[in-house]
């Protein structure tokens, strides 16, 4: 099966007066696993939808491959689909209801079994064909959602945060599941998702979005490690944004003079984990905090700025004794300091 790469040329689209795409571009390559990514109302469902035919763009153009599918009917466009809700028939049993697109497709009645019998086994169901929705687990619901999405082997998969209804370890072995799915069929595939860990885990790339606009798009290190704006730092995890002229160089040098993004997990107690070239902030101890696996400390910077410090219970020696009020200094590595970009002093 060939996969495709899909073009977004300036898609937009209003509600009224509420912008709910603003222009989005971006282009994913044949085979990728994308991952949009944002919080809720941010555009994510409605750029998906966009794509599946079902919400009509404004204006600009989507391509598959190099055809224009902007006007083109949903169910001749060759995409799969998972939502979140399943969306399976609950009157048809699991065989009926991954048969149902080929059905739709008016393929022969023998080639549809063999077909929705692979799939069910790719998702590992077999065996559960006969079974109705209503004898299903949540899991084993979204697995007949995925089935039903790849029997008709499409060119492109889309998924709207289709493991959010799971509990946390259902969700784990799902998401690691349907990125060897996505491995092994080759299918160009964009995820929906708010969970900015998922993000991270299953995607090539991912694209964060934010009030109708993609802010960036990027692998996933360089998305957490390098974030372009505010947004996306604060977004990807506990991002310390210090202030110009909080931190100081260990080796004396001028301090610098940007706003700096310094993740929990790059500072520490301990001088010598961040180098001469590093970056030291001195503050006083508002709070700790054991969480099993690391401590959690809240420095208040000398101006008032608070940031969060994440010790790993294996480095955290000196912090069981640390006491409230106390002066602490902690250190970052010179390549854990990203310079936040146009936020200059
Ligand atoms: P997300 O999936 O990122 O949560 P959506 O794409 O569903 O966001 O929605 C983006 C914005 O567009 C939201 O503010 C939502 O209320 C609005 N919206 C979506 N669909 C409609 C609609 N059919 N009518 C009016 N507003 C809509
Ligand atoms: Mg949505």
Redesign the pocket.
């Known amino acids: 099966m060939k996969s495709l790469p899909i073009t977004i040329d300036s898609v937009r689209k209003a509600?009224?007066s509420?912008v709910?795409?603003d222009d989005v571009s971006l282009d994913i390559r044949a085979g990728e696993f994308l991952t949009?990514l944002?919080?809720?109302?941010?555009?994510?469902?409605?750029?998906?939808?966009a794509l599946a035919g079902f919400?009509r763009p404004d204006s600009g153009k989507l391509l598959l491959g190099d055809r224009d599918i902007t006007r083109l009917a949903p169910n001749k466009r060759e995409i799969g689909i998972v939502f979140q809700n399943y969306a399976l028939f609950p009157h048809m049993n699991v065989l009926a209801n991954v048969e149902y697109p080929l059905a739709l497709r008016r393929r022969r009645k023998a080639e549809a079994r063999q077909r929705a019998l692979d799939a069910l086994a790719r998702v590992k169901l077999d065996g559960l064909s006969e079974r109705g929705i209503g004898e299903l687990s949540g899991g084993q619901r979204q697995r007949v959602a995925l089935a039903r999405a790849i029997v008709f082997e499409p060119r492109v998969m889309l998924m709207?945060?289709p493991l959010s209804a799971l509990d946390k370890n259902l969700r784990e072995t799902m998401q690691y599941e349907i990125r060897r799915l996505h491995d092994d069929l080759g299918i160009t595939t964009i995820y929906?998702t708010?969970d900015q860990r998922e993000a991270l885990t299953m995607s090539d790339r991912i694209a964060v979005?934010n009030s109708?606009r993609i802010q960036q798009i990027d692998a996933p290190q360089h998305i957490y490690d390098r974030p372009s704006t505010r947004f996306v730092a604060e977004f990807m995890g506990e991002a310390n944004i210090i202030a110009p002229g909080l931190a100081r160089r260990i080796d004396g040098a001028d301090a610098p003079r940007e706003t700096l993004m310094i993740r929990a997990e790059s500072l520490h107690l301990d001088a010598s984990l961040a180098g001469r070239d590093g970056v030291a902030l001195d503050g006083t101890l508002r709070a700790k905090a054991f969480r099993g696996e690391n401590w959690l400390l809240t420095l208040a910077l000398d101006g008032g700025q608070e940031i969060l410090v994440c010790i790993p219970a294996a480095l955290a020696g000196g912090c069981v004794e640390l006491a409230a009020s106390q002066r602490v200094t902690v250190y970052a590595p010179a390549q854990k300091v990203h310079v936040l970009p146009g936020a200059m002093a």
């Not at 944002?38 to 939808?49: D, I, N």
């Open positions: 509600y009224g509420y709910a795409l949009l944002g919080p809720s109302g941010s555009g994510k469902t409605t750029l998906l939808m919400v709207d945060e929906v708010h979005m109708g």
